[in-house]
């Protein structure tokens, strides 16, 4: 189901962006195209020499490189998608999506995409419980954004509760389910 599809991949900086490594190779396998666009703030989490070689491609970063001027076109990168997926998803970013915010490379190619879009939050417990996010995850999901349930389990900060991405394996396999349910 997944053979031949386009992936983008939106990592923030979370500290399940540790997890985003596996979750390239399971689309990799898959025989799925990989792109990965990032936060800045991603670098301190997991370095873009891991994510591009195992996606196979340059990680965008940055709207331009400030040696050469070359730019990076997140239109381009939004059109070649069939599907995006942000994994993890930070409180951080899920605001400014829900605002239409657009100050990182990121961001620009999430308001530019046409495609699917399914995202994967991951936070600490209390930040997952909190009215803001409560409230932005509806606003998501009422814009018809497809949404990886969290899971319980021991959080970064030491504390058991909800909060926890989902595994790899479960959001390929979620990323199957909404291709099905599109085909
Ligand atoms: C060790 C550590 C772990 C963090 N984990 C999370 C997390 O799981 N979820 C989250 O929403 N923010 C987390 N944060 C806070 C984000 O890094 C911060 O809000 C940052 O601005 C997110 O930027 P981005 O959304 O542009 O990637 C963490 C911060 C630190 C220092």
């Known amino acids: 189901m997944?053979?031949?599809?386009?992936?983008?991949?939106?990592?923030?900086?979370?500290?399940?962006a540790y997890k985003s490594a596996?979750?390239?190779?399971?689309?990799?396998?898959?025989?799925?195209?990989?792109?990965v666009v990032v936060t800045p703030?991603?670098?301190?989490?997991?370095s873009h020499l891991t994510l591009s070689t195992l996606s196979k491609n340059p990680v965008y970063h940055r709207f331009f490189d400030p040696g050469s001027g070359d730019w990076d076109?997140?239109?381009?990168?939004?059109?070649?998608?069939?599907?995006?997926?942000?994994?993890?998803?930070?409180?951080?970013?899920?605001a400014k999506m829900v605002t239409g915010i657009a100050d990182n490379i990121l961001l620009t190619t999430y308001l530019s995409a046409k495609c699917p879009i399914i995202i994967a939050p991951a936070m600490d417990l209390?930040?997952?419980?909190?009215?803001a996010?409560?409230?932005?995850l509806a606003k998501l999901e009422a814009r018809g954004h497809h949404i990886i349930p969290v899971v319980e389990g021991e959080l970064a900060?030491?504390?058991?509760?909800?909060?926890?991405?989902?595994?790899?394996?479960?959001?390929?396999?979620?990323?199957h389910q909404v291709i099905k349910s599109k085909t």
């Not at 076109?73 to 994994?87: G, N, Q, T």
């Open 2 to 16: 997944l053979k031949g599809k386009k992936i983008l991949l939106g990592i923030t900086g979370g500290i399940a």
């Open 22 to 35: 596996y979750i390239i190779r399971l689309l990799v396998k898959n025989n799925c195209e990989v792109k």
């Open 41 to 46: 703030a991603v670098k301190d989490f997991i």
């Open 73 to 94: 076109s997140h239109v381009e990168l939004a059109e070649w998608a069939d599907l995006m997926l942000i994994a993890p998803l930070t409180a951080n970013t899920m």
């Open 126 to 131: 209390n930040m997952y419980k909190h009215p």
């Open 133 to 136: 996010t409560t409230e932005n």
């Open 157 to 175: 900060s030491g504390i058991c509760g909800e909060g926890r991405m989902a595994e790899p394996e479960d959001i390929v396999l979620f990323l």
